[in-house]
């Protein structure tokens, strides 16, 4: 039974509700939390009432149901709380706990988009620049989505970008493309980090290069993106469409992908909330690629505030069932004392789990670089340079740019030719250090 101190009112209830429901100053309660934002919400508190409307849509603390969410966020819309507003909307576009009804959920994106609500204005884009769609409106789609990128949406940059890509009532510009593709990309949305390895693969608005478009595939891959695993193993995909309504999913690797879809926003209407629904779903079920993203959320604070006790969490899950990207995560948090006691034995110990498990090249050269960087200074485990010479060189020749600089410089007085060459290496992924110790060679 958790136990709480009395709240004085609502704005106090909504605060430690807050904390219970994200954990970030003390251990996760959705029933904590669930308990205060329902007594908040009982005094008219707006913000709790869309709160508790994302709790019953995620299934957080209460059994999920769209029907039950939907109250909420008609309470929450009344009051012209946007978010709430924009969240009806998407379950009116979805058939999810109402009506399916596309004409009102459009009335309702417009009314909370008008507002400046970004997240209404990119799926209100979406709308529009569905093609099969009675309101397909490619002029309508790429006003919606200027203005969430405006508002600095990632989504919406993503969108956007691909409406340059195509020259969808613009003119076409794949640098236009590629520059809203890094700004989506900064902010982790995966769509957006693989259409911009594309450009990078055909040197299409941006200097062809191979080496950063795989390092952008494997990002996206590693998320579970299933048409950037199809790119690296050169598998054939369909083009992207827009789809109003996901399919139910049962088996987790169909929950991954339904939770992705309504996180980034491109293939369907964003909704944080259903996305963690579906995420944790297939996470439950031991998927680890979910246990990695769900981390990645709380930890950036995508689609939710931000936490990194909560983080761990989902980290550690991961890293218990030999996810290298999850270990990996875990013992930099460990590593920098951040959210977590400070210990450089765990991180060790995990960076080491991270680098001897099955995970992509870029995970597993940061793994052993992490570790060669831990063998060199001493931290966490005995000082050995042979041993951080050793990692550092499994991590160069995967492809990693400070271990390629890292290798080339601790080879200099024992090995010129193969310092040179991992010198190289670096100064062709743009290490301006590599290329001085070069010169300096010469």
Avoid at 103 to 132: F, H, T, V, W
Wanted: proline residues 3%.
């Amino acid at each position: 039974m958790f136990r709480t101190a009395k709240a004085k009112g609502p704005d106090e209830m909504v605060r430690q509700a807050d904390e219970y429901r994200i954990g970030s100053t003390t251990e996760q309660s959705f029933a904590a939390a669930f308990s205060l934002y329902r007594r908040a919400a009982a005094k008219g508190h707006v913000r709790a009432q869309y709160v508790l409307g994302t709790m019953y849509e995620s299934g957080h603390g209460v059994p999920q149901s769209y029907r039950e969410a939907a109250k909420w966020y008609e309470k929450a819309s009344s009051q012209d709380y946007h978010d709430g507003t924009c969240a009806l909307a998407f379950l009116h576009e979805s058939g999810l706990g109402v009506k399916r009804s596309r004409s009102y959920a459009i009335e309702l994106y417009e009314k909370a988009a008008i507002a400046g609500n970004a997240r209404a204005q990119n799926n209100l884009g979406l709308i529009y620049m569905d093609p099969n769609g009675p309101e397909h409106n490619d002029h309508a789609a790429v006003t919606w989505f200027q203005k969430g990128n405006m508002s600095g949406n990632p989504s919406a940059q993503t969108n956007l970008g691909r409406m340059y890509e195509k020259g969808l009532d613009v003119k076409r510009s794949c640098e236009t493309a590629s520059v809203l593709f890094k700004k989506a990309a900064k902010q982790g949305n995966t769509t957006a980090k693989r259409l911009l390895a594309g450009l990078y693969l055909f040197g299409l608005g941006v200097d062809r290069s191979e080496t950063i478009a795989r390092h952008l595939y494997l990002e996206a891959a590693r998320w579970g993106d299933a048409y950037a695993v199809a790119e690296l193993e050169r598998g054939a995909e369909p083009d992207e469409s827009y789809v109003p309504a996901m399919k139910k999913a049962t088996d987790p690797s169909s929950q991954l992908l339904n939770g992705l879809a309504h996180l980034d926003g491109s293939r369907t209407g964003c909704s944080p909330a259903t996305a963690m629904y579906w995420l944790e779903q297939s996470a439950k079920a031991g998927n680890t690629t979910a246990m990695y993203v769900l981390g990645q959320i709380y930890e950036n604070g995508f689609g939710t505030e931000t936490s990194v006790r909560t983080a761990a969490k989902w980290y550690r899950w991961g890293a218990d069932k030999g996810n290298g990207p999850c270990a990996y995560n875990l013992a930099y948090l460990y590593e920098n004392g951040i959210g977590l006691d400070r210990s450089a034995g765990m991180a060790f110990e995990l960076y080491r789990r991270a680098s001897e498990s099955e995970c992509d090249d870029d995970a597993k050269s940061d793994a052993l670089f992490a570790l060669g960087s831990m063998y060199s200074d001493g931290t966490g485990t005995e000082r050995s340079p042979e041993l951080a010479l050793s990692a550092i060189r499994r991590s160069a020749d995967l492809g990693h740019a400070s271990a390629q600089f890292a290798a080339g410089r601790m080879l200099l007085e024992k090995d010129a030719a193969g310092a040179a060459g991992y010198l190289r290496m670096a100064a062709d992924q743009g290490d301006p250090r590599a290329l001085k110790l070069l010169a300096d060679m010469d």
